[in-house]
């Protein structure tokens, strides 16, 4: 069984050149807590990850581990107890049009704006833009989400996948320096789940944004991570992580996908060994 935290393959630096780049967003010892009840829960222990420019980056772990928590955190929604997050070297303390996040739920557009206005808003409220302008910057993302037609519809008219769509149209509109995607396809069946992660791969072939996604479907981080994190169940720990320099993204079937898939599974599920039940063995 790996070690705790093992980095299995490759080192970071291989791949970019060692200490030549430095990460667009770190997360340095972050420990995240809920103050539940009279009771103290503990959703995240002792994070480090590092994420680079135009990362697709996974964190795949069991329900309850953390995944959602950390990236709350990520986007200046609950603050570290112990830690910090640094974005291009600053700590966040709050959140901002420079972290958007899309979450599993439809629900997430106003029902009475357009698809249009739905992801023109945030560009008008935040100041990025005069209205006229971002209303052509949501008609351009919209056409890149293939919903040019439906510019005027209102989400009750759209499927559960093309409201998924406005959604990330309206957060890629914002530009922002790293995505934040918290199950975003997980409440879509399985054929339209698989088209959304296709889609979202040839999206990030053109504009190379950097991306931190939450799943726990291994073929889904194998699909759209270049790095996944593995996290242990809560409090979660980063276990391992892996590059995608280990698996073949071309051939979903093959057998490097396959046997990554398959090693995953044995250090998401197979049980740590503890130091109580080392000492009992001793015993
Ligand atoms: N607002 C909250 N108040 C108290 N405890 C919370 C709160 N949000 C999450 N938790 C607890 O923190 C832990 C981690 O929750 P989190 O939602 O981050 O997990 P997750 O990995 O996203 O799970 P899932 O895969 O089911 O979405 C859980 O034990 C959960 O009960
Ligand atoms: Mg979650």
Excluded at 20 to 42: D, F, H, N
Excluded at 200 to 222: G, Q
Aim: proline share 6%.
């Amino acid at each position: 069984m790996e070690a705790e935290g093992v980095r299995i393959l490759p080192e970071k630096g291989e791949a970019r050149g060692a200490g030549e780049i430095s990460p667009l967003l770190r997360v340095k010892g972050v420990t995240l807590e809920y103050a539940a009840q009279k009771q103290v829960v503990r959703a995240a222990h002792r994070i480090d990850l590092d994420l680079y420019q135009a990362d697709r980056f996974v964190l795949l772990g069991p329900s309850g581990c953390g995944k959602s928590s950390l990236l709350k955190a990520v986007g200046g929604f609950l603050k570290p107890i112990e830690g910090e997050i640094l974005l291009e070297g600053r700590p966040v303390t709050e959140p901002g049009p420079d972290r958007v996040v899309v979450f599993q739920e439809f629900d997430q557009l106003p029902p009475w704006k357009t698809a249009l206005e739905n992801v023109a808003f945030p560009l008008i409220a935040s100041r990025s833009l005069p209205r006229r302008e971002a209303r052509e910057r949501a008609a351009h993302y919209l056409e890149k989400v293939g919903l040019a037609g439906f510019a005027e519809s209102y989400p009750h008219q759209l499927s559960g996948g093309m409201k998924q769509r406005v959604a990330i149209a309206r957060a890629l509109a914002m530009r922002p320096k790293i995505l934040l995607m918290d199950e975003p396809f997980a409440a879509l069946d399985a054929l339209t789940r698989r088209k959304m992660q296709e889609e979202l791969l040839s999206l990030w072939e053109e504009a190379r944004f950097t991306l931190l996604f939450v799943t726990h479907s291994i073929e889904e981080a194998l699909v759209v991570g270049s790095r996944v994190a593995l996290l242990t169940p809560r409090p979660g720990r980063v276990r391992a992580e892996i590059n995608s320099h280990e698996w073949d993204l071309s051939s979903a079937g093959g057998e490097g996908f396959q046997s990554t898939a398959r090693r995953i599974h044995r250090l998401l599920f197979e049980e740590e060994p503890s130091a109580e039940a080392s000492s009992r063995r001793a015993a």
